[in-house]
């Protein structure tokens, strides 16, 4: 429950009282300071501390900036609310997000208020609403085996290797472009995958 007022009264006191000692012996209390956090600095923190890459950390920071924050970041960690978390997610749909954007938003803000739960700072974790997190992603079109060698021979040999690799390896584009020569074995025939690389906002390749 609330800490009492400034002025209260015996009875309001020691209803505070029995409610706090119900809870210290359910081990459920906690401080209602450590909620008085606002989510923009307790998500910021979160995402500078976690053990992420570069590229997740980036977005991840894109992300909360873009549609956590300009709408619960003002909002203290006590005071997000399932219904809060409800009317923010319907209005990222209703303003133009797609149900993808929304679900890695959902799914990013579970998991910094999971870390608030795990900190003692609430009681339980508002995001609670069934489906959220999932997202309808469109099916993709696959190219046939003729298409894939058309387009292979329509580009510079130097590329020919690699539009191959991609359609016929199922290796992501970061594990493509780290191939080297000696990662390929044409006796086996095999191919190794030591490394990845992954870009950067800075356009680096790291």
């Not at 209602?32 to 998500?43: F, H, M, R, T």
């Not at 290796?171 to 000696?182: A, H, N, Q, S, T």
Request: net charge positive.
């Amino acid at each position: 429950g609330n800490s009492p007022g400034l002025d209260p009264t015996k009875t309001d006191a020691n209803a505070w009282l029995s409610t706090v000692e119900a809870d210290l012996l359910r081990g459920e209390w906690i401080d209602p300071l450590l909620g008085k956090v606002k989510l923009a600095e307790y998500g910021d923190r979160w995402i500078k501390e976690r053990e992420l890459g570069v590229r997740t950390r980036e977005e991840y920071a894109r992300q909360f900036r873009l549609h956590v924050k300009p709408f619960l970041g003002e909002k203290l960690l006590s005071d997000i609310s399932t219904e809060t978390v409800r009317t923010w997610r319907r209005h990222l749909l209703d303003n133009g997000r797609s149900e993808t954007t929304t679900a890695k938003a959902y799914r990013l803000l579970r998991a910094v208020m999971n870390t608030a739960l795990d900190d003692n700072r609430i009681k339980r974790n508002p995001c609670r609403i069934k489906g959220a997190d999932q997202e309808k992603a469109p099916e993709r079109p696959t190219a046939s085996v003729e298409q894939v060698f058309t387009l292979s021979e329509s580009v510079p040999p130097r590329s020919r290797v690699l539009i191959l690799a991609a359609a016929f390896t199922g290796l992501r584009w970061g594990e493509l472009i780290g191939l080297r020569r000696c990662d390929v074995d044409l006796d086996a025939p095999s191919v190794r995958v030591p490394r990845r690389l992954a870009q950067v906002n800075s356009g680096k390749l790291v």
